[in-house]
């Protein structure tokens, strides 16, 4: 068991002051089973995950690992031995050369016998798909392939607790699927006990028990029924409750009498098909468009042209990855284009290409008309048109002041010192960070959701005219995802063009015009949110590699399948929830697509 007494821990800034992150929390982890950590960001989740395992020594209080008290310098190695660490970022802990090397690193340190080492590495590799990557090096694999490596060389350890922090936080929705799935079936195998921290609610509710930490300390735990039965308290919070239970809530509002207690879609779902089969009629099923049209191209020039694009990563080697291939797409000023598909799949290559961090080895690529390989490009130029945020913002936060990283680009293109302090707090300002609270902090004192929100205030201070995002949502809680979305909703209002490479489906059902779904260094398809989302027999009956859908249009397509006809391509609750309330409780009235329910 391992158990936290009253612990509390400050960070310490270069300005001498103190960052309270954990203030008298108290929590006991049975040494079996699974417990979600849920909490905004800047609660004190990740803080509390690196003193349960030793990283980090509680100020006051304590921590015990099976009756060890991780203070005690002479307890540090078996601690860790017990409580192994998955970071959100797996490039804090890939140390080796190969992919083999990576999982065998901790073996060997844990003194395991070559035979026993080899038989476990065998046994990673092929349980979490790297075997085709045994001889890459790490920092060659996609960000998703990174962290299924951190997350297999963990495991390969068979520590007695599992400390995830957001560890499927960067994977495709597939790969966050097999990974927890994995992760859970390796819980129960070898009966071990894992804290998975995340901000997905329908990840949390496949736990044990939830622990929700507020401000440092745990403001409510128990099963996962019990700490959602109570939204609003959530909602106060900047958090949500799984799609189930908004749903229901929703519908409650409305005069259904949905049963207490639900968190899973399934038994939403039965109840609801049970009460249409109560129905005096069987409504008929509506039909989704069998071939949808491609998008329209605007009659205006491009601002982005990708004409026949490859690019190859160590050509003539036996490490050789080809990551695009021909790839041609236009984008035009002030379109907002989704660019997803599965890890591996060229998304991250491609926008690196946009500012000539990358370089084209065939094809051309235009931005705004000029070849940016081309010897006459200003590349200082281009990359003012052009920003490019990071997948982890702390990539490119490097001042000692968040004041200073923002006025960064500014400074290097020549603008007075007169200016710098307006273009700053405006720029800060547009992210909704309080220059007045956040100038003068250090960029890696700030949460999660706040180093993302600096890394886009530098980038909105040089007013782009394309802004090029890599999972900008990536491990922030719902409220944090709300203020990000807020700020790409301002930029399209100002006709700033958007390139959003990003696996949460709801975000771009919310906010994009064009989906371009990347498969094998390729466009597998150039389309549009409602076509994607909306056919006949959902993504998920399509090949592997593409992507899923919005968590609503899954729970409205099971519906469907129940025989209740609402319109799986949409997505708003609200209407969603008028939709199912007009098919199933509504005399004489059955909702359907472009009727007095759009979707």
């Known amino acids: 068991m391992i158990v936290a007494e009253d612990v509390s821990f400050s960070y310490h800034l270069p ?14 982890i049975s040494d079996s089973g699974s417990l979600a950590v849920i909490g905004p960001n800047g609660s004190g989740k990740s803080t509390l995950a690196r003193c349960l395992n030793g990283l980090i020594v509680p100020r006051s209080g304590r921590i015990l690992v099976d009756g060890l008290d991780t203070a005690d310098p002479e307890n540090k190695w078996p601690v860790h031995q017990r409580a192994g660490m998955i970071f959100q970022n797996p490039d804090n802990q890939l140390v080796s050369t190969t992919v083999e090397r990576e999982v065998a690193f901790g073996l060997e340190n844990i003194g395991l016998p ?113 700490v959602y039965r109570e939204s609003g308290r959530l909602a106060a919070h900047g958090l949500d409750a799984p799609l189930a239970t908004r749903l229901a809530d929703a519908l409650r509002t409305r005069g259904v009498a949905v049963p207490a207690g639900i968190v899973h879609p399934k038994p939403l779902v039965q109840w609801l098909a049970d009460r249409a089969s109560e129905s005096p009629s ?48 236009l984008v035009f000023p002030g379109e907002c284009v989704a660019l997803t598909g599965p ?21 051309t690529v235009r931005v705004e008309g000029a070849d940016v390989s081309s010897p006459e490009t200003d590349l200082r130029k281009l990359r003012q048109k052009v920003g490019l945020v990071f997948q982890f913002p702390e990539a490119q936060l490097f001042e000692e002041t968040v004041f200073d990283d923002v006025a960064f680009g500014p400074r ?68 944090s995802v709300r203020q990000v979305e807020a700020i790409f909703r301002g ?62 249009c899954d729970l409205l397509a099971a519906v469907c399948e129940a025989g209740i006809p609402v319109d799986p391509a949409c997505f708003d609750l609200e209407e969603a929830a008028d939709m199912i309330r007009a098919c199933v409780f509504d005399d004489n009235h059955h909702a359907s697509p472009g009727e007095s329910h759009p979707c």
């Open 343 to 363: 890890n591996g799949s060229g998304k991250s290559t491609m926008i690196q290409h946009l500012n000539s961090l990358l370089k084209a080895d065939s094809g």
């Open 15 to 28: 300005s001498g002051n103190e960052v309270p992150t954990l203030k008298g929390l108290s929590l006991e």
């Open 114 to 226: 070559s035979p026993e080492i080899h038989d476990r590495v065998a046994w990673a590799l092929n349980r979490f798909n790297l075997e085709k990557y045994r001889h890459y090096p790490p920092h060659r694999l996609s960000g998703g392939e990174k962290q299924r490596l951190a997350i297999a060389a963990v495991a390969s350890m068979r520590p007695r607790y599992l400390i995830c922090d957001e560890p499927t936080s960067s994977l495709d929705p597939g790969d966050r699927r097999d990974i927890l799935g994995l992760l859970l079936s390796i819980v129960d195998e070898y009966r071990l006990s894992v804290v998975f921290i995340t901000q997905s609610p329908e990840e949390a509710v496949r736990m044990d028990r939830i622990a929700l930490v507020v401000d440092g300390d745990v403001a409510a735990e128990g099963t996962p029924e019990e």
């Open 412 to 479: 290097q293109t020549g603008v007075a010192a007169s200016e710098i302090t307006e273009m700053v707090n405006r720029a800060l300002e547009r992210v909704g960070l309080d220059p007045g609270r956040f100038s003068h902090r250090h960029p890696l004192s700030l949460s999660g959701g706040e180093k993302r929100r600096a890394a886009i205030a530098g980038i909105l201070a040089m007013e782009p005219s394309v802004l090029a995002l890599d999972e900008p949502t990536s491990g922030l809680d719902p409220q």
């Open 282 to 329: 069987a409504p008929e099923s509506p039909r989704a468009s069998e071939s949808p049209s491609a998008p329209v191209s605007p009659t205006t020039p491009p601002i982005i042209a990708f004409d026949r694009v490859c690019h190859t990563y160590s050509p003539g080697t036996s490490l050789e990855i080809p990551a695009l291939r021909d790839v041609s797409t």
């Open 491 to 552: 930029c399209k209002a100002k006709g700033t063009t958007l390139f959003l490479i990003t696996h949460d489906m709801d975000l771009i059902s919310r906010l994009a015009d064009r989906i371009l779904v990347m498969e094998n260094g390729g466009i597998a398809a150039d389309t549009t949110p409602v076509h994607l989302f909306g056919r006949q027999h959902g993504v998920d009956a399509r090949p592997r590699g593409r992507p899923g859908r919005p968590g609503l």
